[in-house]
């Protein structure tokens, strides 16, 4: 009898443990409604310190953009969502002189940038997503890139080295590789590759390894999720147009460093609450400007935040 007295106290200790543990395991998936709007408030903040020909060159650059995410039809297990720019917020500084614009703001902005961000508010795609809730396609490029070049004539046939249809793709597609799409145990982990081609700028290669850490801290009705990203550039090719830029890229050695994160995601609600992204570019581009070819040192830190919700988060 004294053994089993001995150990009740273990099986008392067992049993109250058992909802902690089941706390370690959520359900990591978008849940989509029809015609039930998600919005999302992402915020990029970036800072690039520049060496070219013996001159420092500093610029910072904070961009918000509202979008608006809109379910409409689920076909074959894939969803046809509408995606929505209902904002844009800018704030650029170059060597001292600042430029601002905010879609919201009557008569926002008096330079050439301001015609071009005016454009962006109220560009629609429609994007359709696999039951693996990957990005398939992306409609919506022709009229976007037209309404782009109307204040912007000289810059058309860049955005259309650009923003190709893959390009478009790939800036959707992470926003929902930040959950595995089903239950997950604590320290799973799962990983995204990504490769962004923009054309005469070069490529990024992306590579976003994901591990569920359990319920935050803070508010335990949201799932963690740590990420590490790991980036790699390649300079354009030697036969890629280079259209509609000053310059010509030769060669880069350029390497992401400190790519860490954080996401939380409201898994009743089936998407992100919030993430914060950073990470830091450092190297050196070889450029050829006007036949003169030059090295430009840079150091870039970037940090990206987002905001999710059921309500719209733009102030009008």
Request: glycine share 8%.
């Amino acid at each position: 009898m004294l053994q089993y007295r001995k150990l009740l106290p273990l099986l008392v200790f067992g049993l109250c443990a058992l909802p902690v543990w089941a706390q370690d395991k959520a359900d990591l998936k978008w849940k989509f409604e029809k015609d039930k709007t998600i919005y999302q408030e992402l915020t990029t903040e970036t800072t690039q310190d520049m060496k070219v020909m013996g001159m420092d060159v500093k610029q910072k650059q904070k961009q918000t953009f509202y979008f608006s995410w809109k379910p409409t039809e689920q076909k074959d297990g894939k969803w046809i969502i509408k995606q929505r720019i209902d904002g844009v917020k800018m704030e650029i500084e170059i060597g001292g002189n600042k430029i601002a614009y905010d879609s919201e703001a009557p008569g926002a902005g008096n330079n050439p940038l301001a015609d071009f961000f005016k454009e962006l508010k109220g560009s629609e795609f429609t994007l359709t997503v696999g039951s693996d809730m990957k990005v398939e396609k992306v409609e919506g490029r022709a009229d976007f890139l037209s309404r782009l070049g109307k204040s912007q004539q000289q810059m058309k046939p860049l955005l259309e080295n650009i923003l190709s249809e893959d390009a478009l793709k790939q800036m959707a597609d992470p926003s929902f590789a930040v959950v595995p799409n089903g239950e997950a145990d604590k320290d799973k982990t799962w990983k995204y590759n990504s490769k962004l081609n923009l054309g005469p700028i070069g490529s990024y290669d992306t590579t976003y390894d994901y591990k569920y850490v359990g319920k935050d801290e803070k508010n335990k009705d949201l799932d963690k999720i740590a990420v590490t990203t790991t980036l790699k550039y390649s300079a354009p090719g030697s036969d890629t147009p280079g259209a509609g830029l000053p310059f010509k890229i030769k060669s880069a050695s350029l390497e992401g460093k400190n790519g860490t994160g954080t996401v939380l995601f409201d898994a009743k609600a089936g998407r992100i609450d919030t993430s914060e992204m950073n990470l830091t570019l450092e190297g050196k581009l070889d450029i050829e400007i006007g036949g003169m070819a030059t090295t430009v040192e840079l150091k870039q830190t970037q940090k990206t935040t987002v905001k999710g919700s059921d309500t719209p988060q733009l102030k009008k």
